[in-house]
């Protein structure tokens, strides 16, 4: 069975940390391009960090750089999202998803699929006081 699922999410107040995890099945993390997408109340689904084996790179959303880092571990099938020094605006449910980039993403370093072949179901992060 293809399947991702995210875990990881909470509660935390501003400044804390949380690590959020996609364990992949059906299918290797390596081979397709993988992204961390987050969805917050009326606003629409932003790319916040997405990584490619293939590609050998890494992107950012700009108002996360130097804050999240995305990570990989193959023999696990599993990739992270680690998040520092988290902000109220980080609120949302967050999404991993297994696709390809689509041009944007490569001429301008985005977080962005044409494709998305799966989807997780979503892990819920609130940062409030």
């Known amino acids: 069975q293809v399947q991702l699922v995210e875990s990881g999410g909470g509660l935390v107040q501003p400044g804390g940390s949380l690590r959020l995890s996609c364990v992949a099945s059906?299918?290797?993390?390596?081979?397709?391009?993988i992204g961390w997408f987050r969805q917050a109340p009326g606003k629409e689904r932003e790319g916040v960090s997405c990584?490619?084996?293939?590609?050998?790179?890494?992107y950012y959303l700009d108002s996360v750089k130097g804050r999240f880092t995305i990570s990989s571990d193959n023999a696990k099938n599993t990739v992270y999202l680690q998040m520092n020094n988290l902000k109220a605006e980080d609120t949302g449910v967050y999404y991993c998803?297994?696709?390809?980039?689509?041009?944007?993403?490569?001429?301008?370093?985005?977080?962005?699929?044409?494709?998305?072949?799966?989807r997780g179901q979503g892990t819920r992060v609130t940062v409030s006081s």
């Open positions: 990584w490619s084996s293939t590609h050998n790179n890494t």
């Open positions: 059906g299918f290797a993390v390596d081979y397709y391009n």
């Open positions: 998803a297994a696709g390809w980039y689509n041009v944007d993403a490569l001429l301008y370093r985005k977080c962005t699929f044409g494709e998305v072949k799966y």
